[in-house]
């Protein structure tokens, strides 16, 4: 990470654009197409499949291959994508979590390889591997939901991963703590600031526990573990977080892990400005937006980040265009290199009104954290619930500002009027993925393990195994089962069979709503008593998420609603097959089935659920959908029997159950207000 002395002008921090989608072939081409433009770092996305340890051709990848990022199921792969950019002279971020230590391992792999066609030897080119693998499995049960394993096997993948890099790739940052998502998933900024420390205390008591890295060399740990914050557009509350959050950390850092080396102790952190504030209606307000957001992370030279990637204006629509992703790059290069912000020093210090915000905001997530140590942690803070419910809450109380129009999202709850955007108005603008790309992928895989020695294969997961059920470090493992041709699948099948799978809790049931609109959730509530008394049962919603889309933010917030309509609610997580979906809607007799979709998998996941149904004998329940949904699609489904489609224009979670009340009577043949 670029770091400036003194007696110079503030070095640029890391310009990237998070980017990836539909093959490796054409992910590089982009990425070589982003670093022509001037982009200084890489940001891979990888897609669902890929980021929870699934090929192509297994059954819960169907509808996901290359759709929010690229498919990496083998080192071929790994080498395509990084085909004509050395990775030795690369900037690279990688947000994979759960195996985090697989995509690592093929990415050390490629990494040798390209060092043996240069003529060089192995460890110099490790030596030079600069770059970040997003590494933190706790957000991914509190918001992300794209976990695989159990906490406490996870927490040993993230150990050994921290332990090995140190040694063996020692620019490397082993893992990114991100609180990015529990921006996301509802975290105030105390919240965001105590959970994403207590999984930094978690990583590190567990690293040095571990006995793998002598006390003498633990600042040297301490020295790699990254930041990966969430910028929100409050940006004067987001840089005074920004503060507290380096001096939680130097204070944690020096009192509890004994560093004395203030270089080490140093906040190394890298952002994404708020994507969960992007608006799907009058969508060019987003370019201010992101602007802003930016402000916050840069305008505070004590506190500013070393790495920044902007969303695109268009992201609450769909997939950017790399034109897209131009606009967002050169927003960066504009503040970067026109500006006179990188000329002087921290503007901010001696601010008394910045100082008391800051000592606020410690105050709170010292407070928290505290709160959270009591209970045994963040791994027990995860198990028991409580930080899920927590954030869920959270959530609950942001979306009832903006319904009362407390908060005001412009466009959105205000100032609604709008000229047709020239902007949109047709397919083209946004990306889409061919879809025949998920077929090339599995057929492209199968000729994969076809082309392998599979004796070698079968040897590399043995070996895998093996050492799993031990306390060996796995990652020179790892990177043997890469030369060998193992797939993602494989590998991370090889550990599930040793570590097992994982349901995090929901969150929805520990919930608390607070300060509803009396009135409208009054009178749904009583049209579901009374739908209810008409039909003979209580109503009853099963909200379900179907295949690998792990954002489950919306699904829980629907949920919450219903329940305090007056629904029975069923909700059992995410990660579900639509077979699944629909044999717990025939089980438990459900008046309507919604689902949650934000992958863009809908047009293949939501037919599947309306078919299983029919299929069934339950077509009288009525198949709901909500998520980014372009409105081509959404006539597409209709057409394939779904009865209505929501989308996050539709920000009134009362009217939207009172709408599903609606449906439900109409479905029953019960009077419905004219």
């Known amino acids: 990470m670029p770091y400036p002395t003194d ?55 169907k509808g996901e291959v290359g759709k929010v990022g690229v498919p990496v199921s083998h080192i071929g792969d ?27 391992a093929l990415y050390v792999a490629v990494a040798e390889e390209q060092a043996e066609a240069s003529g060089l030897d192995h460890a110099q080119v490790r030596a030079k591997l600069a770059g970040t693998t997003q590494n933190d499995i706790v957000k991914e049960y509190l918001s992300r939901g794209t976990y695989v394993f159990p906490p406490a096997p996870s927490l040993r993948l993230i150990t050994d991963m921290v332990a090995w890099s140190v040694t063996e790739i020692p620019k490397w940052n082993p893992i990114n703590i991100c609180s990015y998502h ?28 571990s006995g793998q890295v002598p006390q003498e060399r633990f600042g040297d740990v301490v020295g790699r573990i990254s930041f990966f914050v969430n910028a929100g557009l409050r940006f004067v509350e987001e840089m005074c977080k920004m503060r507290a959050l380096g001096r939680l950390w130097d204070t944690i850092t020096r009192e509890r892990y004994g560093v004395e080396n203030p270089k080490q102790r140093r906040l190394r952190y890298g952002v994404q400005v708020n994507s969960l504030g992007l608006t799907e209606a009058q969508p060019e307000n987003n370019v201010q937006r992101i602007v802003l957001e930016m402000l916050a992370v840069t305008l505070s030279k004590d506190a500013r980040a070393r790495a920044i990637q902007l969303p695109a204006w268009n992201e609450a629509l769909g997939l950017p265009r790399p034109w897209d992703q131009q606009w967002a790059l050169r927003m960066q290069q504009v503040l970067a290199y026109e500006t006179d912000l990188l000329e002087y020093e921290d503007i901010f210090a001696g601010s008394h009104v910045v100082e008391a915000k800051v000592a606020e905001l410690v105050e709170a997530a010292q407070a928290e954290i505290d709160r959270v140590q009591e209970m045994g942690g963040a791994v027990a803070a995860v198990e028991n619930g409580y930080m899920k419910g927590e954030l869920v809450t959270a959530l609950a109380e942001r979306r009832r500002r903006i ?21 949109q108005g047709d397919a083209a603008a946004i990306e889409t993925v061919d879809p025949a790309t998920e077929a090339a992928a599995i057929a492209a895989i199968t000729r994969w393990r076809a082309s392998r020695d599979q004796a070698a294969v079968s040897e590399a997961l043995t070996r895998l195994r093996d050492a799993a059920k031990t306390d060996e470090n796995l990652m020179q493992v790892s990177i043997d089962c ?17 570590f097992g799978e994982f349901r995090a809790p929901t969150g929805v049931s520990a919930a608390v709503a607070s300060g509803e609109a009396a009135v409208e959730i009054a009178e749904v509530r009583e049209r579901v008593r009374a739908t209810g008394d008409e039909l003979g049962s209580r ?48 089980q438990e007799g459900v008046h309507v089935v919604g689902l949650s979709v934000l992958s863009g998998s809908h047009l293949e996941v939501v037919p599947a659920v309306v078919e299983g149904l029919r299929a069934q004998g339950a077509d009288d329940v009525p198949v709901i959908v909500g998520g980014i949904i372009p409105a081509e699609d959404a006539t597409v489904l209709k057409q394939k029997g779904v009865a209505a489609v929501f989308t996050p224009k539709d920000y009134q979670l009362t009217e939207m159950m009172d709408e599903i009340v609606t449906l439900v009577r109409r479905q029953h043949g019960l009077d419905v207000p004219s």
């Open 403 to 423: 319904e009362s129009g407390e908060d005001v999202v412009v466009g959105v709850n205000r100032f609604e009027t709008t000229e047709p955007s020239p902007l």
């Open 182 to 209: 529990l921006q996301e998933a509802g975290a105030t900024p105390a919240q965001e600031l105590a959970y994403s420390l207590s999984t930094a205390i978690a990583v590190l008591d567990s690293v040095r526990d």
């Open 78 to 104: 790994m080498r395509t994508l990084f085909d004509g950019i050395p990775v030795a002279e690369a900037n690279t971020s990688m947000t994979i979590n759960a195996p985090a230590m697989w995509l690592l």
């Open 7 to 61: 007696r110079e002008r503030d070095r640029p921090w890391v310009i990237r654009t998070y980017a990836g989608h539909s093959s490796a072939e054409k992910s590089n081409a982009l990425y070589r197409r982003n670093l022509a433009k001037g982009q200084t770092g890489l940001s891979v996305a990888f897609d669902l499949p890929t980021q929870t340890g699934y090929d192509p051709d297994d059954e819960l990848a």
């Open 539 to 586: 109503l009853r919603m099963l909200v379900g998420k179907p295949g690998l889309d792990g954002h489950s933010n919306g699904a829980e917030q629907v949920a919450v609603r219903a329940r305090d309509v007056g629904f029975e609610v069923v909700y059992q997580g995410i990660r579900l097959t639509p077979a699944q979906i629909v044999a717990a809607a025939v």
């Open 482 to 498: 890469a030369k060998a041709g193992v797939t993602t699948g494989e590998w991370a099948g090889a550990l599930r069979e040793v």
